[in-house]
């Protein structure tokens, strides 16, 4: 009981606006400057929500110099920088034990940050110490997004901190 208390506690949430492209992409920004060794970063939303514009600013954040796209046909992209990004897309995983097998997930990812897009689809097996965001668009026409997060372990901790600056 004391350690669900305690969980409670270290758990963190929170809502940020964004009114466009480049303001998703600076909240990302924001998370990979911040980001620690360990740092998971889980994206959820629809299609066109913007999971890959913060993916793109979290890679600036860390300094990556290369391309930075959405990894949906190769599942994971590696990117050098300040710490390396792994970057997931979950997006055609029919079930989530093919992460697991595909090696997505394992132990290289603590030396870095990872970005795991679709992240719903691994319900269940990425790290409790993670920072999940939910992008909500305003609107099918509209730039505006809702992103709903929430922190959950000291790594993800350190992230919030970051958002609520």
Same mark, same amino acid.
């Given at each position: 009981?004391?350690?669900?208390?305690?969980?409670?506690?270290?758990?963190?949430?929170?809502?940020?606006?964004?009114?466009?492209?480049?303001?998703?992409?600076?909240?990302?920004? %924001?998370?990979?400057?911040?980001?620690?060794?360990?740092?998971?970063?889980?994206?959820?939303?629809?299609?066109?929500?913007?999971?890959?514009?913060?993916?793109?600013?979290?890679?600036?954040?860390?300094?990556?110099?290369?391309?930075?796209?959405?990894?949906?046909?190769?599942?994971?992209?590696?990117?050098?920088?300040?710490?390396?990004?792994?970057?997931?897309?979950?997006?055609?995983?029919?079930?989530?034990?093919?992460?697991?097998?595909?090696?997505?997930?394992?132990?290289?990812?603590?030396?870095?940050?990872?970005?795991?897009?679709?992240?719903?689809?691994?319900?269940?097996?990425?790290?409790?110490? %993670?920072?999940?965001?939910?992008?909500?668009?305003?609107?099918?026409?509209?730039? %505006?997004?809702?992103?709903?997060?929430?922190?959950?372990?000291?790594?993800?901790?350190?992230?919030?901190?970051?958002?609520?600056?």
């Amino acid at each position: 009981m004391a350690s669900h208390a305690a969980d409670a506690r270290s758990q963190h949430t929170g809502v940020l606006s964004s009114g466009s492209t480049d303001a998703t992409r600076a909240i990302g920004r %924001r998370l990979g400057t911040a980001a620690q060794p360990g740092s998971l970063l889980a994206l959820s939303g629809p299609l066109g929500a913007g999971k890959t514009q913060v993916a793109k600013g979290v890679a600036e954040g860390l300094g990556v110099t290369t391309v930075v796209n959405s990894p949906t046909f190769v599942l994971m992209n590696e990117h050098p920088g300040r710490l390396r990004l792994f970057h997931i897309d979950a997006y055609r995983l029919d079930d989530p034990e093919e992460a697991i097998a595909a090696g997505l997930i394992d132990d290289r990812q603590a030396a870095g940050v990872t970005v795991v897009e679709w992240a719903d689809r691994l319900d269940g097996y990425l790290p409790a110490d %993670r920072l999940e965001m939910e992008l909500v668009p305003d609107g099918e026409a509209s730039e %505006r997004r809702t992103l709903l997060w929430r922190a959950t372990g000291p790594n993800a901790a350190h992230l919030s901190e970051a958002l609520e600056a």
